[in-house]
């Protein structure tokens, strides 16, 4: 018990440092002072401020497979998947201009995924499509959403996702299920 408090007391610590500053200005030292520990005990958790980014990014990515409800729309999916992303604008573009963009890159591919598949999965219960192509359509939006998410950060963070993403499920309502239709009447090579 005592273990994971610790944990997530410098998990936080971090994410408020992270929205407060860039990565690369964010020590151990300055983790631990916050947190009231000493740095060897933050040494028993992580191996440095790069293993926390890691396991915080996995740990957001679990918390979305926890939460995905069947029931939900891809959009609704995603929308609830972002949370993390708007709750913390300014750590995410901290993450996204430092030399670990890549796990930054990595959680949005990662989420974009497992939405994609769950939703492409549950489309196609009624409708007779190969595994390859159920594949190769949830590989083509996740890597469709991570694309934009990637460049809604590079841009600034300036519109709301949520609008884009609803905007983005209205342009392309349907075309998951036709293509999902057309599989099971396209030749398999």
Same mark, same amino acid.
């Given at each position: 018990?005592?273990?994971?408090?610790?944990?997530?007391?410098?998990?936080?610590?971090?994410?408020?440092?992270?929205?407060?500053?860039?990565?690369?200005?964010?020590?151990?030292?300055?983790?631990?002072?916050?947190c009231g520990i000493n740095r060897n005990t933050f040494?028993?958790?992580?191996?440095?401020?790069?293993?926390? @980014?890691?396991?915080? %990014?996995?740990? &957001?990515?679990?918390?979305? *497979?926890?939460?995905?409800?069947?029931?939900?729309?891809? $959009? #609704?999916?995603?929308? @609830?998947?972002?949370? %993390?992303?708007? &709750?913390?604008?300014?750590? *995410?573009?901290?993450?996204?201009?430092?030399?670990?963009? $890549? #796990?930054?890159?990595?959680?949005?591919?990662?989420?974009?995924?497992?939405?994609?598949?769950?939703?492409?999965?549950?489309?196609?219960?009624?409708?007779?499509?190969?595994?390859?192509?159920?594949?190769?359509?949830?590989?083509?939006?996740?890597?469709?959403?991570?694309?934009?998410?990637?460049?809604?950060?590079?841009?600034?963070?300036?519109?709301?996702?949520?609008?884009?993403?609803?905007?983005?499920?209205?342009?392309?309502?349907?075309?998951?299920?036709?293509?999902?239709?057309?599989?099971?009447?396209?030749?398999?090579?």
């Open positions: 018990m005592a273990q994971q408090y610790t944990r997530k007391m410098i998990c936080e610590a971090f994410i408020k440092m992270l929205n407060e500053r860039p990565l690369s200005k964010i020590t151990v030292k300055d983790i631990a002072t916050a040494y028993y958790y992580y191996t440095d401020v790069y293993a926390l @980014l890691s396991e915080l %990014f996995q740990t &957001e990515l679990q918390t979305v *497979i926890d939460e995905y409800n069947d029931t939900l729309s891809w $959009e #609704e999916s995603f929308i @609830l998947a972002a949370r %993390f992303a708007l &709750e913390n604008k300014r750590a *995410i573009y901290n993450v996204y201009n430092s030399m670990k963009r $890549e #796990e930054l890159v990595n959680y949005i591919y990662n989420v974009s995924g497992n939405v994609m598949i769950r939703y492409v999965e549950k489309m196609s219960e009624s409708i007779p499509a190969s595994a390859e192509d159920k594949k190769l359509i949830a590989s083509f939006y996740q890597c469709a959403l991570t694309g934009m998410v990637l460049r809604w950060i590079s841009s600034g963070m300036k519109e709301e996702p949520e609008t884009i993403i609803r905007r983005i499920g209205q342009l392309f309502n349907g075309n998951i299920e036709l293509s999902l239709k057309r599989s099971d009447v396209l030749d398999v090579r």
